[in-house]
């Protein structure tokens, strides 16, 4: 793809941090559905994302400050309009979304991102389709709708939902492809922190004039919901959001996207080993499709950083 990296970078990052980082992207995100469904069993999905991302946001904002990071007001230009992206559209939607579908049907419908991204570069004149990452996509798509075709048979989700998780699918691709195009600041954590902080401000005004925030009831609050949102602040926010804002300074937006296919596949296995669900061959199947999908994607980049990064 041949949008600019956010910020230019004059050494190839460590082959070690980007291993790390994307583990981070690829194996913790895909927690993250089953962890929303729990959070929001019992805390109103608004306030549960408002909450998540203030919190990480105020967390991640103290680590930058703490290496030297002051935000500038271009910062917050630049997190209020990636935190309208990412997190009050693209987050809030999924939340309520999980309200009323499954989580790897909410996974399945996330993986549209990096098709919605090759989709903007092409609409905006960067990015010309070519054969290896539309059957890259194709082959994703086929993938993951394995892992999950068995639920639609049984599972009859609300069609609302189902488009509402189209519309985070897409509200997370523009975030991915304005990036560049942003005076982000230099630090990560600064990235981070003022793209969280302001989602988890409009967020929590959000849920303030709906009245998501006057239902929430601190004391009707279950373990399991505690525990989800605590998962989601610590890793599903801090850790992983800051490696993916680190991985899109340094690796081309398409690659960093395929986490949404091998999302659904840790969602799967989450299920089998948290909740007894039976592996099949269709998984197998389906994980063999979306690696090869991750390599033609990674190949049709022809980046040399990006070919260093899986």
């Known amino acids: 793809m041949s949008l600019p990296p956010a910020v230019p970078s004059s050494c190839p990052p460590s082959r070690i941090l980007l291993i790390l980082a994307f583990a981070a992207v690829f194996l913790v995100w895909g927690t993250t559905f089953l962890a929303i469904r ?4 019992t805390i109103p999905p608004l306030t549960t994302a408002a909450v998540r991302h203030g919190v990480a946001g105020s ?5 930058a400050c703490l290496r030297g990071y002051r935000p500038h007001r271009a910062d917050w230009v630049a997190g209020v309009v990636l935190g309208a992206l990412f997190f009050l559209t693209g987050h809030g939607l999924l939340h309520w979304a999980e309200l009323h579908i499954a989580s790897g049907l909410a996974a399945v419908l996330i993986a549209t991102e990096p098709l919605w991204i090759l989709a903007i570069g092409a609409a905006v004149g960067r990015q010309r389709f070519n054969r290896a990452n539309v059957i890259g996509l194709l082959l994703g798509l086929t993938g993951v709708a394995l892992l ?3 639920e639609l048979g049984v599972v009859r989700p609300a069609g609302w939902a ?12 523009l975030g991915v492809a304005a990036g560049p195009f942003l005076r982000l ?3 990560p954590l600064g990235r981070a922190a003022v ?4 989602g988890g401000a409009m967020l929590l005004a959000l849920a303030a004039v709906t009245g998501d ?3 929430f009831q601190p004391s009707e609050v279950s373990a399991r919901s505690a525990l989800g949102l605590a998962y989601l602040i610590t890793f599903g926010s801090v850790l992983t959001f800051g490696a993916f804002i680190w991985l899109l300074q340094h690796v081309s937006p398409a690659v960093v996207a395929t986490h949404a296919f091998v999302n659904p596949v840790v969602a799967i296995l989450a299920g089998w080993a948290w909740a007894g669900e039976p ?4 998984l197998a199947l389906a994980a063999a499709a979306i690696v090869a999908a991750v390599v033609l994607i990674q190949r049709g980049e022809r980046s040399p950083v990006a070919a260093k990064a899986l």
């Open 162 to 173: 189902i488009l509402a998780t189209l519309l985070s699918s897409l509200a997370w691709a």
């Open 38 to 41: 729990y959070a929001v069993e």
């Open 59 to 63: 967390v991640l904002l103290a680590l």
């Open 185 to 187: 600041p230099v630090d």
């Open 213 to 215: 925030l006057a239902a």
């Open 195 to 198: 793209a969280a902080l302001s």
């Open 148 to 150: 999950t075709l068995p």
């Open 279 to 282: 592996l099949s061959g269709e």
